[in-house]
């Protein structure tokens, strides 16, 4: 039976960058970070990360765009449907989703939609790492992190935020005017 393809199936396994957790100088944490810097603006596929400092680092914020990511799609969809979930009292719900939605996006499109680390997901479930051929990690555990197209997720939360964003606005006015 053949297996549905997924979305790791395009990556070239081939276009990796290790940062390796060798202490040369005092300075190696700028070392690594700027090892991993060169590495995002070459759109490396895979990047594996041993240092567990910037590892982390990098982990956290993923995790802080991928949070304004979701706060934005979920509040503007419950936003969107509170009207039909709850007739009569979706007023006093979908102002501040509306809100939360656009000014999640906001803060998405203004401070992580030009990083070059958003176009990253952390592997969690250790699928890459397993078709990976690396020799001589310093580590068992590196931080994977794998190369997303995200044209359609930014395409997603925008449009769902800025729909939200009309209608709370369209609310306000209908209110404003009764």
């Not at 009207?83 to 979706?90: K, Q, T, Y």
């Not at 719900?93 to 030009?114: E, R």
Request: hydrophobic share 40%; aromatic share 8%.
């Amino acid at each position: 039976m053949a297996s549905r393809p997924g979305p790791d199936d395009d990556l070239d396994l081939n276009n990796v960058g290790v940062i390796r957790e060798i202490y040369d100088d005092s300075n190696a944490n700028e070392h690594f970070a700027q090892e991993l810097e060169r590495m995002l603006e070459e759109k490396r596929d895979v990047i594996l990360i041993e240092p567990t400092a910037i590892g982390d680092e990098a982990a956290k914020w993923i995790r802080f765009g991928n949070f304004l990511h979701k706060g934005s799609v979920i509040s503007g969809a419950c936003c969107l449907l509170s009207p039909l979930l709850l007739p009569g009292r979706a007023s006093l719900v979908h102002y501040p989703l509306g809100f939360m939605s656009g000014a999640c996006a906001l803060l998405y499109g203004i401070s992580w939609q030009t990083d070059p680390c958003c176009k990253y997901q952390v592997d969690l479930d250790g699928r890459i790492m397993a078709r990976l051929r690396v020799e001589r990690l310093t580590t068992s555990s590196p931080l994977v992190l794998v190369r997303r197209d995200d044209k359609i997720r930014k395409y997603l939360h925008n449009t769902i935020a800025g729909f939200a964003v009309c209608y709370t606005a369209l609310k306000t006015y209908q209110w404003w005017n009764s």
